[in-house]
């Protein structure tokens, strides 16, 4: 058979008229609610600070949730690959669906913030379980097809997020970018419960709640304290040490307590793997990029030009849209090309764009930073998808939860390490200012943040470049005893 027929063939296999077609649309449902959702916020803060007040605490909306996610990914991927992945994204659909709603109905922002966290959790379980449930259905030369469709989920959000943001904002209210994830949750629900059947061995497990507890407490603890040092309270402070003291101790306990857990939450002995340790800290890299990007872009357009939301969304959308067009023929250039190349060419456009978005800070203009964005986002597409599925083929079906697991936990505490980080560099800039409404203050607040995205960037790419060398097939990237499919 030639290489067309051989393209033609996969193709065909992996449609929404074979065998395995309605599962793959269900998955994309779910993941749209998770890209609806990461699009749609950004261009509504400002609306939403504006109703509710309490300017400084709008970081928080990002961050419980991402924290959120991140601590709940571990425990979900280990039960996924115990009691099968169906109900854990059952039960992730679930969550969104009730926090979605209860955040619709908010009264202040703490009480949307944890709602957020609410959605958080559900997300927790929604994004890696679709991810990994692929990795289970599809060989790697079908994933390359397969991420196809699930970018194209992503480019539909990225024009109809903000859009949907800014109309609901501008026109409306901005509790309806919480309304429109209720149908979306119930049609995904169904369409998994009706389609998607899996087989898993039903045995006996020891949940290591020590080590659930200690991540959760680490974490949290590290993030309140990023969060609000040099805002609540000092760099210098009691309670700024102390936040930093418990949430590193508690994750040095938590190192020390997995090593001994018979069935431990997030085995650390799997990151002793060249290849996981690396797709993690590549992980890591995005989620601090995409954060970055997609959460001070939309403040700095519409507080320093005074745009409208739907502006300042369209400039965010450039990147979502360029992120899922990279993704889309990402599967060609990694099997000719190899993963190691694909992630090192997004690396370099990611570092690019990054760098022409601090360099044109100081003079704000929506289309330069659409521009800029679009290459950074392209630039993830190429270092997100690849790293992601040269992780899972090396591993089998018993890891390959845990796999997908720690590198989407990877992404979701880059994210909220990184919206903590970059909310300190842009709350200490205008503290020191003239406060959050002088243009100058904005400009130069938002510069430091892009400035610290762009470091960001940077470390990504000297990540990429430990990537094993060789095609799909390479050693480093197949597993030891084939792929195990069940289900």
């Given at each position: 058979?030639?290489?067309?027929?051989?393209?033609?063939?996969?193709?065909?296999?992996?449609?929404?008229?074979?065998?395995?077609?309605?599962?793959?649309?269900?998955?994309?449902?779910?993941?749209?609610?998770?890209?609806?959702?990461?699009?749609?916020?950004?261009?509504?803060?400002?609306?939403?600070?504006?109703?509710?007040?309490?300017?400084?605490?709008?970081?928080?909306?990002?961050?419980?949730?991402?924290?959120?996610?991140?601590?709940?990914?571990?425990?979900?991927?280990?039960?996924?690959?115990?009691?099968?992945?169906?109900?854990?994204?059952?039960?992730?659909?679930?969550?969104?669906?009730?926090?979605?709603?209860?955040?619709?109905?908010?009264?202040?922002?703490?009480?949307?913030?944890v709602f957020r966290v609410i959605q958080g959790l559900g997300a927790g379980a929604s994004?890696?379980?679709?991810?990994?449930?692929?990795?289970?259905?599809?060989?790697?030369?079908?994933?390359?097809?397969?991420?196809?469709?699930?970018?194209?989920?992503?480019?539909?959000?990225?024009?109809?997020?903000?859009?949907?943001?800014?109309?609901?904002?501008?026109?409306?209210?901005?509790?309806?970018?919480?309304?429109?994830?209720?149908?979306?949750?119930?049609?995904?629900?169904?369409?998994?419960?009706?389609?998607?059947?899996?087989?898993?061995?039903?045995?006996?497990?020891?949940?290591?709640?020590?080590?659930?507890?200690?991540?959760?407490?680490?974490?949290?603890?590290?993030?309140?304290?990023?969060?609000?040092?040099?805002?609540?309270?000092?760099?210098?402070?009691?309670?700024?040490?102390?936040?930093?003291?418990?949430?590193?101790?508690?994750?040095?306990?938590?190192?020390?307590?997995?090593?001994?857990?018979?069935?431990?939450?997030?085995?650390?002995?799997?990151?002793?793997?060249?290849?996981?340790?690396?797709?993690?800290?590549?992980?890591?890299?995005?989620?601090?990029?995409?954060?970055?990007?997609?959460?001070?872009?939309?403040?700095?357009?519409?507080?320093?030009?005074?745009?409208?939301?739907?502006?300042?969304?369209?400039?965010?959308?450039?990147?979502?849209?360029?992120?899922?067009?990279?993704?889309?023929?990402?599967?060609?250039?990694?099997?000719?090309?190899?993963?190691?190349?694909?992630?090192?060419?997004?690396?370099?456009?990611?570092?690019?764009?990054?760098?022409?978005?601090?360099?044109?800070?100081?003079?704000?203009?929506?289309?330069?930073?659409?521009?800029?964005?679009?290459?950074?986002?392209?630039?993830?597409?190429?270092?997100?998808?690849?790293?992601?599925?040269?992780?899972?083929?090396?591993?089998?079906?018993?890891?390959?939860?845990?796999?997908?697991?720690?590198?989407?936990?990877?992404?979701?505490?880059?994210?909220?390490?990184?919206?903590?980080?970059?909310?300190?560099?842009?709350?200490?800039?205008?503290?020191?200012?003239?406060?959050?409404?002088?243009?100058?203050?904005?400009?130069?607040?938002?510069?430091?943040?892009?400035?610290?995205?762009?470091?960001?960037?940077?470390?990504?790419?000297?990540?990429?470049?430990?990537?094993?060398?060789?095609?799909?097939?390479?050693?480093?990237?197949?597993?030891?005893?084939?792929?195990?499919?069940?289900?």
């Open positions: 058979m030639s290489e067309t027929e051989d393209a033609v063939a996969t193709r065909s296999s992996v449609g929404f008229r074979s065998d395995r077609g309605r599962v793959l649309m269900a998955l994309m449902l779910t993941t749209g609610l998770i890209a609806i959702d990461a699009t749609i916020l950004a261009t509504a803060v400002p609306s939403v600070v504006k109703e509710l007040g309490e300017f400084e605490q709008f970081p928080w909306l990002f961050s419980v949730y991402l924290l959120a996610q991140a601590v709940s990914v571990p425990i979900y991927s280990k039960l996924a690959d115990t009691v099968g992945r169906k109900p854990i994204i059952l039960v992730g659909v679930g969550l969104f669906l009730l926090g979605s709603v209860l955040a619709a109905l908010a009264w202040n922002m703490g009480s949307l913030i994004a890696p379980m679709a991810m990994t449930i692929v990795g289970d259905l599809y060989s790697v030369a079908e994933r390359a097809v397969v991420q196809g469709y699930i970018a194209s989920v992503w480019a539909i959000a990225s024009v109809v997020g903000p859009a949907l943001g800014g109309v609901f904002s501008q026109f409306t209210s901005w509790r309806w970018i919480f309304g429109v994830n209720i149908p979306l949750c119930l049609l995904a629900g169904w369409a998994l419960l009706r389609f998607y059947n899996e087989r898993v061995e039903r045995r006996r497990h020891r949940i290591d709640y020590a080590g659930a507890a200690l991540l959760t407490l680490g974490l949290t603890a590290v993030i309140l304290a990023l969060l609000e040092g040099g805002n609540a309270w000092s760099w210098t402070s009691v309670p700024s040490l102390a936040s930093f003291g418990v949430g590193f101790a508690a994750l040095i306990g938590f190192g020390f307590v997995e090593r001994r857990a018979p069935e431990p939450i997030l085995d650390l002995a799997i990151l002793r793997r060249p290849l996981i340790l690396i797709t993690t800290a590549l992980s890591l890299g995005v989620g601090a990029l995409l954060i970055g990007i997609t959460s001070f872009v939309p403040t700095y357009l519409e507080n320093a030009l005074g745009v409208v939301p739907l502006v300042s969304g369209a400039a965010v959308a450039a990147l979502t849209l360029g992120w899922p067009l990279a993704a889309a023929i990402a599967g060609r250039m990694y099997l000719t090309r190899g993963y190691r190349t694909t992630v090192l060419w997004g690396s370099v456009a990611a570092l690019v764009g990054c760098i022409g978005l601090a360099i044109s800070g100081p003079w704000p203009n929506p289309w330069t930073v659409a521009a800029v964005s679009f290459v950074a986002g392209f630039g993830l597409g190429w270092i997100a998808a690849p790293s992601l599925i040269a992780a899972q083929a090396s591993v089998d079906w018993n890891e390959r939860g845990v796999v997908t697991g720690i590198n989407i936990f990877a992404r979701s505490a880059g994210s909220a390490v990184g919206v903590a980080v970059f909310g300190a560099i842009a709350t200490n800039v205008i503290a020191a200012g003239r406060g959050e409404h002088d243009y100058a203050t904005i400009v130069s607040a938002s510069t430091w943040v892009f400035i610290a995205v762009a470091i960001a960037a940077a470390a990504t790419l000297l990540a990429g470049l430990g990537m094993p060398r060789g095609g799909v097939d390479a050693e480093a990237y197949s597993t030891a005893t084939g792929s195990a499919s069940r289900g």
